[in-house]
């Protein structure tokens, strides 16, 4: 197909914006998808992030109120991360990203669960409130031992339990080793008194008191005495190798975002310039054709005021115009036979009127 004329212009240059607009559309339509679910992965990122501040509200809350509550939703929160972890691996291998950033999350997030179940598995030894556990014994165990320390009617020994009792009081509260020393020396100085020698009983309540004591401080120093000790520092630690995790995921999406981004304006932007162009230059050989044809029209029915000259249609470059410049010429044509003719009959006629004419060209 020829496209010289104005008609198979216009239908060119239509298809062109129709092409460039179908690309444009296409390749919005493409990297927007893309973009969707990227971001959509990065909203899964940022629930995660959610559900592990959550995870971090209830250890709080359990460690402050020691309630069962608490494990219940930490374990069903952690059942949410873990689901929404899931859904967030097929990206890295959509993408081609490590995998190593999604199994050290799982990872961590197995150890931060498994520590969290030991700490509850020792506050649980401990004592959930003053009454359970170890907590509930050593109470018990006091009760008993001053109730048989007031039977001996001696100031010394009652006065040795409660000191020793006020040690174990403080030691719960601040985790200190002095006050474990100052519990054992208070009670070496009741083992010393005669009420205890002389009583089998309070012997081996004594002795169950220092057993319980005992085991009250091993459990205490395995949870830790402070924040950064023991299974509480682990569990504090393993939570913030968690929040380290999901934002080296989070740095390793926004590149993956920014490329995107990239790509989605490079390719608008290549597709509206090489359309913009190819319109350019069709409007621009086609304005130059239309300009050289109208000049040489211009000019053909200047000269046909004083002479008779064919247009030539090889300079003409729409088939519209051709068309135009053959009607001209053979206007021309049809002008110059009919003239003729009318020169001819003009000289019959003369003849015809002034016969010395006739005989003078005889």
Do not use: W
Not at 198 to 211: D, F, G, I, N
Not at 257 to 279: D, F, G, H
């Amino acid at each position: 197909m020829k496209f010289d004329s104005i008609k198979s212009r216009l239908l060119l240059m239509t298809l062109v914006c129709v092409i460039g607009m179908t690309m444009l559309v296409g390749s919005q339509h493409l990297f927007t998808q893309r973009l969707v679910v990227v971001h959509q992965q990065r909203d899964l990122l940022l629930r995660l992030g959610q559900d592990l501040l959550q995870l971090r509200r209830h250890e709080k809350d359990f460690l402050l109120r020691h309630q069962m509550d608490y494990y219940h939703r930490f374990n069903q929160r952690a059942g949410q991360f873990q689901l929404r972890l899931s859904q967030l691996k097929p990206l890295f291998e959509s993408y081609n990203l490590s995998a190593e950033y999604s199994a050290n999350l799982a990872q961590s997030m197995q150890n931060y669960q498994s520590l969290f179940n030991q700490l509850v598995k020792q506050q649980t030894k401990l004592g959930l409130t003053p009454n359970q556990g170890l907590l509930g014994s050593l109470a018990g165990i006091e009760q008993q031992l001053v109730e048989q320390v007031n039977t001996t009617n001696q100031i010394a020994p009652l006065h040795s339990l409660t000191q020793a009792r006020l040690a174990t009081r403080d030691f719960l509260l601040t985790r200190k080793p002095f006050f474990e020393n100052q519990f054992t020396e208070s009670l070496n100085a009741l083992k010393q008194q005669s009420g205890y020698i002389q009583s089998t009983a309070l012997q081996t309540r004594v002795a169950a008191y220092e057993h319980t004591f005992a085991q009250l401080s091993r459990a205490v120093s395995k949870m830790g005495e402070t924040h950064n000790q023991g299974l509480r520092g682990q569990f504090r630690a393993q939570a913030h190798q968690m929040e380290a995790n999901l934002k080296s995921i989070d740095d390793a999406l926004q590149p993956l975002i920014q490329q995107q981004e990239r790509q989605v304006r490079i390719y608008s932007i290549s597709i509206a310039l090489l359309t913009s162009i190819v319109l350019i230059l069709l409007l621009i050989k086609s304005f130059a054709t239309f300009h050289k044809a109208f000049s040489n029209f211009v000019m053909f029915f200047y000269r046909c005021k004083r002479q008779y000259q064919r247009i030539d249609t090889r300079q003409l470059g729409f088939a519209e115009f051709k068309s135009l410049a053959e009607l001209a010429n053979e206007m021309v044509e049809s002008r110059r036979d009919m003239e003729q003719r009318l020169a001819c009959a003009n000289a019959r006629l003369a003849r015809e009127r002034d016969p010395s004419l006739s005989g003078s060209s005889d």
